[in-house]
């Protein structure tokens, strides 16, 4: 069964980096051709799409995060992760992996971790 | 980017109800729309795609239709474990984008 689990700080000093981890087990992200994604939901309000990448590397993210959005793969580790530059307080969010199943038949975010809490603080 | 809205943003209901939630796209997306439910404390929950294609294990009460930029989610009859937040997102292009919600409570 295909299980998500995002890691990482919960608090960031305003204009530091923000790194997330997560961690998938019972599937290998280097040879299931999915694509793996970065959700966030601000405290009370609604979902935004951050970012996906490819099994192969390859990604594309939300141009409203101005480049300061980058996404990887640790295949070793069956990981992807995922680093916000020169955050502030509206970057303070709840952080979702998930699964992406774009694109295809099922083109959505059909796997999803359970959260981490991010507060953005100095 | 495409904008999705939902209507209403909340809404009341009773068990044994049916409800339908509404969402707009500010362009055509075809059937490119998903739905997911979220209850509190807890990550979203897949349960539409393309429409009106039901996610394994879904229960049957809940239908999803439409095309173009109409679209709408119906619960044929609300169980007490339906009232939660609903999202529509749309995967017709880039960015991926979510309604605002529609909080789905008990009357």
């Known amino acids: 069964q295909l299980q998500l689990q995002e890691s990482g700080p919960g608090l960031v000093k305003p204009s530091e980096t923000l790194s997330l981890t997560c961690t998938v087990t019972g599937d290998s992200i280097s040879s299931s051709s999915y694509y793996w994604a970065w959700i966030r939901q601000p405290p009370g309000k609604g979902l935004e799409w951050i970012g996906s990448i490819y099994y192969s590397g390859s990604t594309f993210y939300n141009p409203s995060l101005k480049g300061r959005v980058t996404i990887s793969l640790d295949t070793s580790k069956n990981q992807f992760s995922l680093k916000l530059s020169s955050v502030t307080a509206a970057d303070t969010a709840l952080y979702y992996c998930?699964?992406?199943?774009?694109?295809?038949?099922?083109?959505?975010?059909?796997?999803w971790g359970q959260g981490t809490m991010v507060t953005v603080s100095s | 980017d495409i904008q999705m809205t939902q209507s209403p943003s909340s809404l009341s209901a009773s068990v044994g109800d049916r409800v339908t939630i509404t969402c707009r796209a500010s362009?055509?997306?075809?059937?490119?729309i998903n739905w997911y439910q979220q209850k509190p404390g807890k990550a979203p929950k897949f349960l539409i795609f393309?429409?009106?294609s039901l996610q394994s294990g879904v229960p049957s009460r809940f239908s999803g239709s439409g095309s173009g930029t109409e679209f709408t989610l119906t619960i044929s009859s609300l169980h007490p474990e339906d009232f939660a937040t609903y999202y529509c997102?749309?995967?017709?292009?880039?960015?991926?984008?979510f309604g605002q919600g529609t909080k789905l409570e008990i009357k």
């Open positions: 997102q749309q995967s017709y292009s880039i960015p991926r984008t």
């Open positions: 393309a429409a009106s």
């Open positions: 998930a699964r992406d199943q774009t694109p295809g038949v099922v083109d959505a975010f059909d796997v």
């Open positions: 362009q055509s997306i075809s059937n490119y």
